[in-house]
Every structure is written in structure tokens, then in C-alpha cells.
């Protein structure tokens, strides 16, 4: 018997998120990879253990909110686990997202 597995479906993102790529075009070629492992799996990437991670409680996010990196640039997430959506929130280089 085989398991069908629904994918996530990404939401429109916040402006913050698109604000960064439109002053950093060189980095709109990470959005393909981002989009390719939060659909399949928005909490854990097998393949790269470190490239997800939640991110702790803090007054910027909200509290279901992950973050994904990839070279220097991080993009954080809000996960709606009921209606299997993601929604991209932020997005900006290593210094600008840590993961705490």
C-alpha cells in the first residue's frame, strides 16, 4: 500500500520578505531550493539537518515560526499545520536572522 503525501502549499509572502530580494537580486536563486524543501517537509530537512530549525519565542516572530538558511541568506516562516500552508515572513542575511 502506498502513502499519498499531501504537499504544503507557500502563501503569498509578507513585504519584508519580497523588500529584501528587490535589494538583493543575487539571491533570488535560493527561492526555488526554499520552496522545493518547505512544501515537501516545512519542519526538518533530512538531507541537511541544520538547514531548518524553529526558532525560539521572541517578540519579532511568531511563535510557530522557522527558520531556513542556505549560504548567508535565512528566511523565516510561519507554519499553519492545519491548513498545511507556510507563509514567508522575512527574509535577510546571516547577521540579520539568527536562530534564536
Do not use: C
Not at 543575487?26 to 539537518?49: C, G, L, M, S, W
Not at 538547514?51 to 542556505?70: G, N, V
Amino acid at each position: 500500500m502506498t502513502v499519498k503525501r499531501t504537499k504544503w502549499t507557500i502563501a503569498e509572502p509578507k513585504k519584508q520578505f519580497t523588500k529584501f530580494f528587490k535589494t538583493r537580486p543575487e539571491k533570488i536563486k535560493y527561492i526555488p531550493k526554499f520552496e522545493a524543501d518547505v512544501t515537501e517537509n516545512p519542519f526538518y530537512q533530512p538531507r541537511h539537518p541544520t538547514r531548518i530549525k524553529k526558532l525560539a519565542p521572541q517578540a519579532d516572530y511568531p511563535s510557530e515560526s522557522y527558520r531556513w538558511k542556505m549560504s548567508d541568506l535565512r528566511i523565516v516562516y510561519e507554519v499553519t499545520k492545519k491548513e498545511k500552508i507556510v507563509l514567508p515572513l522575512d527574509a535577510d542575511t546571516a547577521s540579520g536572522i539568527g536562530y534564536r
